[in-house]
């Protein structure tokens, strides 16, 4: 269903981040990239708007808002501006919402 198509999207996405670094190598420049900003569709503004809906979505799973999740934090890791702080503000929300929801402790 949906369900099972957004998560490969997601996964797809997650993989093609990594295409041209080695294990544990991360690019920072995001879409300013010359080398691997074709495959970081989602660096976007619209990427990390339906990135920002999977990962507070009620109906999706865990593990696909926990997949939108970490490409949220791949893009705050970026240095392209616009959508390094749409994707913070993004992940701040993603904590806002999570927080509301546990239930309190002292």
Do not use: M, Y
């Not at 990135?51 to 593990?63: E, F, I, K, R």
């Not at 949220?72 to 904590?95: D, M, N, W």
């Amino acid at each position: 269903g949906d369900e099972s198509v957004a998560r490969n999207v997601a996964l797809l996405l997650e993989a093609a981040g990594r295409v041209f670094l080695g294990p544990g190598e991360q690019c920072r420049s995001g879409l300013d990239c010359s080398a691997c900003s074709a495959f970081r569709p989602h660096h976007g503004p619209w990427g990390v708007h339906l990135l920002t809906s999977l990962a507070v979505s009620p109906t999706a799973s865990v593990g696909l808002r926990k997949i939108a999740v970490r490409l949220l934090l791949q893009i705050a890791e970026t240095f392209s501006k616009p959508t390094q702080r749409q994707a913070l503000g993004s992940l701040v929300k993603v904590l806002q919402l999570h927080r509301a929801r546990d239930p309190p402790t002292l």
